[in-house]
């Protein structure tokens, strides 16, 4: 569910016309839904009621300041990937015993701040960042709480570039390896062993998934708990969201219509018979979910360029904003911001990049798109914004955040003038 529908016509996010916030801010622009955030949040506390739980959202899928500064304000906790994401969420008002470090490479520095700010738990990837961790903790004069990234090789089915949890990725320890290892850390002067974890994959939509890596994980987390009393099992992220009719399930009826599709009861309602027996505190670390509807990317019609075959749309915005589309053949739906009439026809929506692979959409029917049209890129809030870049020195776009008719730039747009700092 979220906050984006037409008005005769006209896409609104919440209380507001989407045309007008573009005029208003320019383009390309980022369109965050406060309310849909909030929403999301209370939707999957709520399913996980019954569980002594914390929600870690996936910092990496969304960082912008306001963005944190309403999930910390609802409560929720955050799994920070950087010393970048960490300051971030600190800055946010992030409450530290909620905070988890993840990553397979952590640095002696990212460590250290960790420990000095107090994190609820390190995810520990490889027996040498152990090491690291314990000796820096002994410097510090601290005992470093932590947790290992279990991999389950439980294939999640999901795109390559995003499947985590089988033994072909670089992330985790392997199921076979884990018990010798937590044997091990417990012998560690400054280590103290809290919980465990696993992630297998993002943008997973079936639920299946985590059942099976879950009862496979039961186990072992059982003798975890028996053993070293661990306070934590965290089952990671890897909700997925509607990419393909993103505006229409926004909607109640939609999804009334489409009963499978994952969503947090339907997550909760599996799991929760699994997971409550085990008496532990559960973790979960969403971020496509929390924040991936809640937001769309506008840009605005350039020029329209027909060659033999195609016709080209060409778009003030491009792979440098949301590179979804080219690095994982993402589909993200397009949307016109007013009407436009007429029959609809097959188009390539491209950016200005000097590559073949900025486009968003290739051969797909769409209305007949004229120069200042505005469109939106749906479903654009989770690993859009913060994968953009400046190639061909393009200045990051504008992010505003929407609550009823209200409306803050989140973030300025970056000036050609900004692209020059810290150079020589
Ligand atoms: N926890 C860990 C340890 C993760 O590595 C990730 C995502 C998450 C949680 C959150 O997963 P989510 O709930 O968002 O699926 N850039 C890609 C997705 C990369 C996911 C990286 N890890 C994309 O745009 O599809």
């Known amino acids: 569910m979220h906050h984006f529908h037409l008005k005769n016509?006209?896409?609104?996010?919440?209380?507001?016309?989407?045309?007008s916030l573009a005029q208003k801010h320019g383009t390309p622009l980022y369109i965050y839904s406060q309310t849909t955030l909030e929403n999301h949040f209370d939707r999957l506390d709520q399913a996980l009621a019954p569980l002594d739980h914390v929600i870690c959202f996936a910092t990496k899928s969304n960082c912008n300041l306001s963005v944190l500064r309403t999930f910390a304000k609802k409560g929720s906790g955050f799994d920070v990937t950087s010393a970048g994401e960490l300051y971030r969420v600190l800055k946010a008002g992030a409450d530290p015993q909620k905070?988890?470090?993840?990553?397979?490479?952590?640095?002696?520095?990212?460590?250290?701040?960790?420990?000095?700010?107090?994190?609820?738990?390190f995810i520990v990837e490889s027996e040498p960042e152990l090491h690291q961790i314990n000796a820096i903790a002994k410097k510090l004069k601290k005992r470093a709480p932590i947790a290992f990234r279990v991999n389950p090789n439980v294939d999640a089915k999901t795109h390559a570039k995003i499947t985590t949890g089988t033994y072909a990725n670089k992330f985790g320890i392997a199921f076979e390896e884990i018990e010798p290892l937590y044997a091990r850390a417990s012998?560690?002067?400054?280590?103290?062993?809290?919980?465990?974890?696993?992630?297998?994959?993002?943008?997973?939509?079936?639920?299946?998934?985590?059942?099976?890596?879950?009862?496979?994980?039961?186990?072992?987390?059982?003798?975890?708990?028996?053993?070293?009393?661990?306070?934590?099992?965290?089952?990671?992220?890897?909700?997925?969201?509607?990419?393909?009719?993103?505006?229409?399930?926004?909607?109640?009826?939609?999804?009334?219509?489409?009963?499978k599709v994952l969503h947090p009861a339907l997550?909760?309602?599996e799991l929760l018979p699994l997971l409550k027996p085990l008496g532990l505190r559960i973790v979960v670390e969403p971020g496509r979910y929390?924040?991936?509807?809640?937001?769309?990317?506008?840009?605005e019609t350039l020029y329209i360029k027909k060659t033999g075959k195609k016709n080209f749309v060409i778009v003030d915005t491009a792979m440098t904003e949301l590179i979804r589309p080219t690095l994982y053949e993402s589909y993200h739906e397009i949307v016109p911001v007013n009407k436009i009439t007429g029959k609809e026809i097959s188009s390539d929506v491209v950016g200005p990049v000097c590559e073949s692979g900025d486009y968003f959409a290739k051969d797909r029917m769409l209305a007949p798109y004229k120069k200042g049209d505005l469109m939106a890129l749906m479903s654009a809030g989770a690993y859009g914004f913060v994968m953009a870049s400046n190639y061909n020195a393009r200045p990051r776009p504008a992010e505003?955040?929407?609550k009823g008719k209200k409306a803050i730039v989140a973030r300025k747009r970056e000036t050609i003038q900004d692209l020059l700092r810290g150079e020589v």
């Open 400 to 402: 505003i955040l929407v």
């Open 187 to 259: 012998k560690l002067s400054n280590i103290e062993i809290r919980g465990v974890q696993m992630h297998i994959g993002s943008q997973i939509t079936d639920v299946k998934p985590f059942v099976l890596a879950v009862k496979k994980m039961i186990p072992l987390v059982q003798t975890l708990k028996s053993k070293y009393g661990i306070q934590f099992f965290d089952i990671g992220g890897g909700m997925g969201i509607i990419y393909k009719e993103a505006l229409a399930s926004g909607t109640p009826q939609w999804w009334k219509k489409n009963k």
């Open 267 to 269: 997550y909760a309602k």
């Open 99 to 121: 905070i988890s470090f993840v990553g397979v490479g952590k640095t002696e520095a990212e460590i250290a701040y960790g420990l000095k700010s107090n994190v609820y738990t």
């Open 9 to 19: 016509g006209s896409l609104q996010v919440e209380g507001l016309s989407v045309s």
């Open 290 to 299: 929390m924040v991936g509807n809640a937001g769309i990317l506008i840009a």
